[in-house]
């Protein structure tokens, strides 16, 4: 005698449903809460760097980097030229991981590079070198005087600027807006759509508005 096989109910049909809803619900706000995680931890990474520096200049009466006194204060470090500008760029690729000594002042190492090398020597950031540390989503973060090239930076920076690359358009939208005035080309905070990873700063402002569409990425660079 021939079996007859039976079928899925639709209450059997509608509990799978559910359970599968529930999966996705749960790993969709999974990944919301590790977005608004990476938000906070950009926006630490700008607050965190401002408070080192105005702590090191409060100390030490120079700026991280181009404090000529650097070399005197620790016998391994590398001295700025005290003339108020750290030279190099945030994502100068010379950087190294351990500052030598020089035996030229300045140093022939960039001002960029020894400004983190000066904060971690005097505790105000962690670590040891002069290497730029990673943000969230693994772009560099660093530090340079406008463009670096004597120029105003995205329309608007002549002074010293903290940039962080890399960040996804959700998280760079965010971090404007919590921030500043949510606007990529005004205020403390500007952004600049990225083509490359870790990309050069630019003299003028984006002139096109921040856009989500899920695959943008963004360097934020905000005013010191």
Do not use: H
């Not at 693994?138 to 010293?160: E, I, K, P, R």
């Not at 080309?185 to 990225?194: D, F, I, K, P, S």
């Amino acid at each position: 005698m021939k079996a007859i096989q039976k079928g899925f109910t639709l209450v059997e049909i509608a509990i799978v449903l559910v359970i599968i809803g529930l999966l996705l619900g749960g790993i969709l706000k999974g990944q919301e809460m590790i977005t608004q995680a990476k938000i906070k931890n950009v926006v630490a990474d700008f607050s965190g760097i401002s408070a080192a520096y105005y702590g090191y200049q409060d100390r030490y009466r120079a700026i991280p980097g181009d404090d000529p006194n650097a070399g005197t204060r620790w016998a391994s470090a590398g001295s700025g030229n005290g003339d108020g500008v750290v030279a190099g760029t945030y994502n100068d690729p010379t950087c190294p991981v351990t500052v030598a000594p020089s035996t030229t002042t300045p140093s022939t190492t960039p001002e960029s590079c020894l400004w983190w090398d000066d904060l971690r020597r005097s505790g105000f950031v962690a670590g040891n070198g002069g290497k730029q540390p990673f943000n969230a989503v693994a772009g560099l973060l660093g530090v340079q005087t406008g463009n670096a090239g004597g120029s105003t930076a995205l329309g608007g920076f002549s002074g010293l600027i903290v940039c962080s690359a890399n960040l996804p358009d959700k998280i760079a939208i965010a971090v404007d807006t919590q921030m500043d005035d949510g606007m990529i080309a005004t205020g403390t905070v500007r952004g600049q759509l990225q083509t490359a990873p870790n990309p050069t700063i630019s003299n003028t402002a984006d002139s096109i508005p921040y856009a989500e569409t899920g695959t943008n990425t963004y360097t934020l660079c905000r005013s010191l």
